[in-house]
T-cell receptor, first 108, second 113 residues
């Protein structure tokens, strides 16, 4: 079993829709949780970074962490074609462990 | 603020050869990590350097080795290349220990034929 499981997608939504992305994890030592966005032929770009259970908002992005269920989510409101990318969840114990990534396409 | 830069951007090598990839950390960052990202997969941790010492390693064989220099730039060396080493190699830097968010470069695309 992988330490971090991420819904594989791909996901295709119309412009303006809410995008919902999820990851589960098995390692209780994970304390910090991140979401990265990766465009084609680019390195991952940090979107959200959180430590505690609960919600964290940044503009159109909301990160949600439920440590009791070992489950994290990322929501993108009012999605735009420029949000089309691969989204990677990541978690830290002593190293950063990534999910496999979900490819999202927002259709204009 | 200068971000993480990696060179070269693309590289083609033959099985059995050796390769060196280079990374310049973001200004002020003293920790550098290397990741391997196979096509369609998330990045996999290779190792991390903090103040020129390796202080963490993932499940990669010893033919993957690295260096960090006093200016915090870094190299990843891979000996005896195998076809499965074909991947995007990402360098990331951070300030201090791993709990700080990592800032990634755009990677080196290595193809082994």
């Amino acid at each position: 079993q992988k330490e971090v499981e991420q819904d594989p997608g791909p996901l295709s939504v119309p412009e303006g829709a809410i995008v919902s992305l999820n990851c589960t994890y098995s390692n209780s030592a994970f304390q910090y949780f991140m979401w990265y966005r990766q465009y084609s032929r680019k390195g991952p770009e940090l979107l959200m970074y959180t430590y505690s259970s609960g919600n964290k908002e940044d503009g159109r992005f909301t990160a949600q962490v439920d440590k009791s269920s070992k489950y994290i989510s990322l929501f993108i409101r009012d999605s735009q074609p420029s949000d089309s990318a691969t989204y990677l969840c990541a978690m830290i114990d002593y190293k950063l462990s990534f999910g496999a990534g979900t490819t999202v396409t927002v259709r204009a | 603020e200068t971000g993480v830069t990696q060179s070269p951007t693309h590289l083609i090598k033959t099985r059995g050869q050796q390769v060196t990839l280079r990374c310049s950390s973001q200004s002020g960052h003293n920790t550098v990590s290397w990741y391997q990202q196979a096509l369609g997969q998330g990045p996999q941790f290779i190792f991390q350097y903090y103040r020129e010492e390796e202080n963490g390693r993932g499940n990669f064989p010893p033919r993957f080795s690295g260096l960090q220099f006093p200016n915090y730039s870094s190299e990843l060396n891979v000996n005896a290349l195998e076809l499965d080493d074909s991947a995007l190699y990402l360098c990331a830097s951070s300030l201090g220990q791993p709990i700080e968010p990592l800032h990634f470069g755009n990677g080196t695309r290595l193809t082994v034929t």
